[in-house]
Structures are given as structure tokens and as C-alpha cells.
DNA sequence: GTCTATAATAGGATAGAC
DNA sequence: GTCTATCCTATTATAGAC
């Protein structure tokens, strides 16, 4: 790829097969609906990805990874009080889940549940990911002057209770669980100060 | 079904459906999978959902609501403190998971997942599902003196936080976000005391 | 690298005998 | 209520021309 010509297919492909999969799931996505998403020929995605599906959910979930990481980033470096910060996340998911009508939930979590126990790849990938998450957080809490431990457990449940609020919000179409975390979250972390 | 002449036919196929679900996803359990799995032929099930693979979903997450409300309301009666309760419930889950080998998550997480925006019935019935649990963990709250919306409250959070922490401890095989989950918890709810 | 055609298989759902 | 056979469509993956 060329700068200055758009994506490149591979890139087109990684894409929606991300962001299909997010929504329907691994057994629910199609290689034909990702090649037509990605306006790529169904021979293109089989050179890219000799590996076919399952090579491409990895991928797929590398870049649901790197998207989230970058989000999150963002989020708990706008405000300088880390407690507010994850208050800001949990906020913002709560607006991307409703901008989606509550379709576009964690870009990882429908893929890796789906094919829990049968595709190893795809679960470290996974796994991968969430530890990449946990680790921003971490990293935060210490920037903020919280001790290694007590940094890296709060990450844990700061992790732990923004996706499954993610996933309460989605199931009920409202944004209270991700509301009513943010507000637990930050009382939690003050109480660790 | 008489009594005393083990499960009905109709049982046990919302039973197989409802294990094959939670393990695979809506889109990653077939029809046929599951009526072999319940011993059932696939004229038996089509004889007791008319409806199709959709709304057998729905009972098969009716089945689900109702397992995990009965551990819940078992866990939560176990020890006399409530937050002690809640670190009883994250840790009984942890050894659910560990016994299954990591497959056996949330009975309803991944159907209502990876059918988000499509199937209208499923969604409801996976929101009945997360607002009784939470119902349960609110009324444990009440009796142990919380007020009404602290209550209300804390059980979002509660289930929130089980239901992301199973799932990261899914995708890492560890119990550690469980465990960190019940601790940090614990002290949430002793916090608003 | 891209494209089309096709193989091989499995999916949900239905019909009708028993 | 149970069972088998079958229709129709969709699926993953491959082959080979360009």
C-alpha cells in the first residue's frame, strides 16, 4: 500500500471482518458478508488469510484491541483525576453503544465467547487484548500515584465491571449500568487513595 | 409427563439447548446438534417450538434466568453478612468455570450477544434474565438493612462486575478477575453501609 | 492480487407417514 | 408425539483463469 490511495485491501478486510464480528459473533459472520463489506473479492480474503476464518478473527480481534486501546487512552488521559477518568469512559461507552442502537458493544467479546473451548488462537487473542486494556488502566493509576498492587487489582475489576456494564447496557438498551459503574468505580478508586 | 418417568421430551430439549447456547453461541448451536443431544428427534422439536431455532432461544434462556437465580439465591443465603455473600457468589462461579474447563459462562451472555439487533424476542428475554438476577441481589441487600435505591443501586453494580469478571476470567482461564471482583466488591457494599 | 465458478458440506425448516 | 426423508439455501474453502 501506497500512502495517499486509501486503504489497502488486507486493511479493508481486517476492518470488517472487526466490526461484523463485534456485532453477529464469530459463527454469525460470513466470510462471503465480510469480502462484500470490505468491497474485496472472496479470493482476495483467502490470499490475505490462507488460514481462513479463523486466522481472520485473530486478526480481527488485534484490531478490535488496538481501536479499543486507543479509545481508552484517550479517555483517561482527558480528565486529571483518575477516578473522573473512568467515570468518562464508562460515560462513553454508554454514548457509542447508543449511537449504535446498542449494536456495537466490546469489539472482542461476542468473537471470544462464541469460541470458547474451540479455537485456541482466537481465545489468546483475546485474552490478549483484555490484558492490553487492564494494562492502560493499570499504568494510569500509577501515573496518578497509586502503589504497583493496588493499581494493578483495581485495573482488574475497573476492566472487569466497565464490560460487564457494557454487556447490561446492551442486553437492557440503556445506559444506567455503564452510569451506575462509573459513579461505583470512582468511589471504589477514591477509597484506595 | 408423569411423574417419576424422568424428563419430558420438551425438557430436555430446552435443557440441551440451553447448555449448547451458553457453550457456542445462538449461531454456533445447530438445531439438529441439539436434538441429538437431548436424545429428541428434530419432528419433537419443531412439534414443541413451532417457532424455530428463535423461540427456542427464548426458553432456552428462560432455562438459563432460572438456574443461575437459584445459585444466586442459594450463595447469597449462605453467609449472614451480604458482602461475604457476594464474595461467596464470585467465588462459586470461579469454580464453575474452572470445573468446566472455561466454557460454561454466563447461560445467557452469548446468545443475547450474538444476536443483539436481530432478534427482538431473544433480547427480551436476556434483559428479564439480567433485572432478576439483579432483583435478587437488591432484595439480599434490603434485608440486610441497605435502603431501597443504595440497594438498587449496588445490585447493578453487582451483577454488572460478576457478569464482566466471569467473562474476563472465561478468556484468561483464571479465576483471578473473580477473586479480585469479590473483594473489591465486598468492600463497595461495606462502603455504603 | 483479483476474480468467478464450483466443490463439498451443513444449516433451518417442512411434509407426511406412522 | 415421534420419526424419516427431503427441499432450499448458505456456508467454508478451493481451483484456476486473468
Chains 1, 2 share one sequence.
Not at 81 to 91: F, I, L, Q, T
Amino acid at each position: 500500500m501506497k500512502p495517499g490511495t486509501g486503504l489497502g485491501t488486507r486493511e479493508r478486510i481486517v476492518r470488517a471482518a472487526s466490526h461484523l464480528m463485534q456485532r453477529q459473533g464469530y459463527d454469525g459472520t460470513g466470510i462471503k458478508q465480510i469480502s462484500v463489506a470490505a468491497s474485496a473479492t472472496l479470493g482476495s480474503v483467502y490470499h490475505f488469510f490462507p488460514g481462513g476464518k479463523q486466522e481472520l478473527a485473530v486478526a480481527a480481534i488485534g484490531h478490535g484491541e488496538q481501536e479499543f486501546a486507543h479509545e481508552l487512552e484517550h479517555w483517561l488521559a482527558a480528565e486529571a483525576d483518575p477516578a473522573a477518568a473512568v467515570v468518562a469512559c464508562a460515560n462513553n461507552l454508554g454514548v457509542g453503544l447508543r449511537d449504535s442502537d446498542w449494536v456495537d458493544g466490546c469489539p472482542v467479546t461476542s468473537t471470544a465467547l462464541g469460541t470458547a473451548g474451540r479455537a485456541p488462537d482466537i481465545q489468546e487473542a483475546a485474552a490478549r487484548a483484555f490484558a492490553r486494556w487492564r494494562g492502560l488502566v493499570a499504568a494510569r493509576l500509577r501515573a496518578a500515584g497509586f502503589a504497583e498492587d493496588v493499581a494493578t487489582e483495581l485495573a482488574y475489576t475497573v476492566i472487569s465491571t466497565l464490560e460487564g456494564a457494557e454487556l447490561a447496557a446492551q442486553v437492557e438498551r440503556s445506559t444506567t449500568p455503564l452510569e451506575v459503574a462509573g459513579r461505583h468505580l470512582a468511589r471504589l478508586i477514591d477509597l484506595h487513595r
